[in-house]
Nanobody, 119 residues
Framework: QVQLVESGGGLVQAGGSLRLSCVASGRLFSIGAMGWYRQAPGKQREMVATITRGGSTNYADSVKGRFTISRDNAKNIMYLQMNTLKPEDTAVYYC?????????????WGQGTQVTVSS
């Protein structure tokens, strides 16, 4: 069973930067589309950015121009570079990925990493 593990969250002042990582570990064939999502207290989980295996990206309007999603297919790692952070970016950030096994494709989620932006 493949696990997705996020890291890189923390506390940062407004205007600062963080880079999140999502590492897939375990036996798999490959990973298809991946994405970053976030959930703030009292709000629904929302898409932040997605990336296909070929590198095509999509961003939420609220993060365009500030966040950059990328991935290293050889290492099964995905990143989210977050610049010019705002207090409204405070949330738990989750990664997901379409994990391709020999006999099935399963959407998997990480456990989340907290990002807190102080004003």
């Amino acid at each position: 069973q493949v696990q997705l593990v996020e890291s890189g969250g923390g506390l940062v002042q407004a205007g600062g930067s963080l880079r999140l990582s999502c590492v897939a570990s375990g036996r798999l064939f490959s990973i298809g589309a991946m994405g970053w999502y976030r959930q703030a207290p009292g709000k629904q989980r929302e898409m932040v950015a997605t990336i296909t295996r070929g590198g095509s990206t999509n961003y939420a309007d609220s993060v365009k121009g500030r966040f950059t999603i990328s991935r290293d297919n050889a290492k099964n790692i995905m990143y989210l570079q977050m610049n010019t952070l705002k207090p409204e970016d405070t949330a738990v950030y989750y990664c997901n990925g379409m994990i391709i096994y020999s006999s099935a494709t399963i959407l998997s989620w990480g456990q989340g990493t907290q990002v807190t932006v102080s004003s």
